[in-house]
């Protein structure tokens, strides 16, 4: 079945700073990706739809000026956290169609201390 | 989006059968339901999907009710492996949010050996 990486798989950072994470899909192009964030023991909540070429579409109460999003190629999405704060530390996850299954990368553990 | 209603959690001894059900009461006509996996610390994974009739794949099969309103996720022969949260979601292929995946709570499965 198709691919979908994520980079890095955890990451720590201080509060403040800004983090990158990448979303690749392998061996297929996704014109369309998703982002999930997921707290300890909760189940996952979408959070944008990244649109390539194009601008993400945020899901309500989702802060766009805070997680910025960027599509530039049929294979990768990025996912910036800026000015992260303890409250950010979360598992993201990012997916893509293909055919008719949703892939989904293995998650970004992040912890701002 | 329509919802799904799952068992908090369910055990099974391995080797054994494990059903695991979910009601949809409020499915509509061109809702897919398709059921994911979550093993700890890792992305969702695709197990099976179907519209109307029965599905197998190699990893479970699917039974869906005559009326839609519930359906009913088997594995054969449950394995450690198979210790997972599942996720039975409903997709939308006939409006605005086709592609997006709308996690419940889940299912926690325990397998005993």
């Known amino acids: 079945g198709a691919v979908v990486s994520q980079h890095p798989s955890w990451v720590i950072c201080k509060s403040g700073t800004s983090v990158k994470i990448e979303c690749r899909s392998l061996?297929?192009?996704?014109?369309?990706m998703f982002w999930y964030r997921q707290f300890p023991k909760q189940s996952l909540m979408l959070m944008a739809t990244s649109n390539e070429g194009s601008k993400a579409t945020y899901e309500q109460g989702v802060e766009k000026d805070k997680f910025l999003i960027n599509h530039a190629s049929l294979t990768l999405s990025t996912l910036t956290v800026t000015s992260a704060h303890p409250e950010d530390s979360s598992f993201y996850i990012c997916?893509?169609?293909?055919?008719?299954?949703?892939?989904f990368g293995p998650g970004t553990r992040l912890t701002v201390t | 989006d329509a919802k799904t209603t799952q068992p908090n959690s369910m055990e099974s001894n391995e080797e054994e059968p494990v059903h695991l059900p979910c009601n949809h009461s409020?499915?509509?006509?061109?809702?897919?339901i398709h059921w994911y996996r979550q093993l700890p610390s890792q992305g969702p994974e695709y197990v099976i999907h179907g519209l109307t009739s029965n599905v197998n794949n190699r990893m479970a099969s699917l039974a869906i009710a005559e009326d839609r309103k519930s359906s009913t996720l088997i594995l054969h022969r449950a394995t450690l492996r198979d210790a997972a949260v599942y996720y039975c979601i409903l997709r939308d292929v006939g409006g605005t949010s086709y592609g997006k995946l709308t996690f419940g709570q889940g299912t926690i499965l325990t397998v005993h050996p």
């Open positions: 061996d297929f192009q996704a014109t369309t």
């Open positions: 409020t499915i509509s006509g061109t809702d897919y």
């Open positions: 997916s893509a169609w293909d055919n008719y299954e949703q892939y």
